[in-house]
């Protein structure tokens, strides 16, 4: 290796070290809520995504990450490409002290409205745990139902990692869920627009009419 290769290497090394130093100075900001709740015994953060598709269930998750070590890069899951939410999904489901997930369908959505149908989802999620939380980290929202204690933190998938990685299982798994729905109903292209409501999905509705896992309340004012 020449000198000038030398020179270029050890730079790159440098900006490595530099990104490196400042992901894990990112990340424990981002763990601020869960040591100041340490006391409280394991945090768990959770989150939902599927408040506003047309079709599918509504998907919340719990996350308890382990207190000894960091999970890297974690992050609103709104802010992370695909590939880096997949990837951050398995390294979440290996090393997380426990995950829940819980889902509620359609025809529950329907039937006690969005708000209701996604704290059941999150109530299932907590229950899911196995070690359960001595505390709650939620995105926005105080959970009705549950008698651990909880802090609703507002963008709180964008400020503390136990609600980011809930966001992360929780885009992933619902993702997943609408791409094998749509080799059942491939007209509405459910595996691109995850079943929220964009043109294709609405002219595939007047054309077809409404699949078993839409959302009637949703979607009454395109029939």
Same mark, same amino acid.
């Not at 503390?160 to 619902?174: D, G, Q």
């Not at 007047?206 to 078993?212: A, I, K």
């Given at each position: 290796? #020449?000198?000038?290769?030398?020179?270029?290497?050890?730079?790159?090394?440098?900006?490595?070290?530099? +990104?490196?130093?400042?992901?894990?100075?990112?990340?424990?900001?981002?763990?601020?809520?869960?040591? +100041?709740?340490?006391? =409280?015994?394991?945090?768990?953060?959770?989150?939902?995504?599927?408040?506003?598709?047309?079709?599918?269930?509504?998907?919340?998750?719990?996350?308890?990450?382990?207190?000894?070590?960091?999970?890297?890069?974690?992050?609103?899951?709104?802010?992370?490409?695909?590939?880096?939410? &997949?990837?951050?999904?398995?390294?979440?489901?290996?090393?997380?002290?426990?995950?829940?997930?819980?889902?509620?369908?359609?025809?529950?959505?329907?039937?006690?409205?969005?708000?209701?149908? #996604?704290?059941?989802?999150?109530? =299932?999620?907590?229950?899911?745990?196995?070690?359960?939380?001595?505390?709650?980290?939620?995105?926005?929202?105080?959970?009705?139902?549950?008698?651990?204690?909880?802090?609703? /933190?507002?963008?709180?998938?964008? =400020?503390?990692?136990?609600?980011?990685?809930?966001? /992360?299982?929780? =885009?992933? #798994?619902?993702?997943?869920?609408?791409? &094998?729905?749509?080799?059942?109903?491939?007209?509405?292209?459910?595996?691109?627009?995850?079943?929220?409501?964009?043109? &294709?999905?609405?002219?595939?509705?007047?054309?077809?009419?409404?699949?078993?896992?839409?959302?009637?309340?949703?979607?009454?004012?395109?029939?």
């Amino acid at each position: 290796m #020449t000198e000038r290769q030398l020179k270029l290497e050890r730079e790159r090394e440098e900006k490595r070290r530099l +990104r490196l130093e400042k992901e894990i100075a990112r990340t424990e900001a981002l763990s601020v809520y869960e040591k +100041r709740f340490s006391e =409280k015994g394991l945090i768990a953060g959770i989150d939902e995504v599927g408040r506003g598709p047309f079709a599918g269930p509504v998907v919340a998750c719990a996350v308890i990450l382990p207190p000894d070590r960091r999970i890297l890069y974690l992050n609103d899951s709104k802010k992370l490409s695909e590939k880096k939410r &997949e990837e951050l999904c398995d390294v979440i489901m290996s090393e997380a002290v426990a995950v829940g997930i819980g889902m509620e369908p359609p025809e529950v959505i329907d039937s006690v409205n969005i708000l209701q149908a #996604t704290y059941s989802a999150m109530r =299932k999620a907590i229950a899911a745990l196995d070690p359960a939380p001595g505390f709650l980290l939620n995105d926005a929202v105080t959970i009705p139902g549950v008698s651990i204690p909880q802090c609703p /933190i507002v963008h709180g998938d964008a =400020k503390s990692v136990s609600i980011a990685a809930a966001s /992360i299982v929780a =885009k992933v #798994t619902r993702d997943r869920l609408m791409t &094998e729905l749509d080799g059942v109903f491939p007209e509405y292209g459910f595996a691109r627009n995850k079943g929220y409501g964009t043109a &294709e999905h609405i002219a595939a509705l007047r054309e077809y009419g409404p699949t078993p896992i839409h959302r009637r309340s949703f979607i009454h004012a395109y029939l």
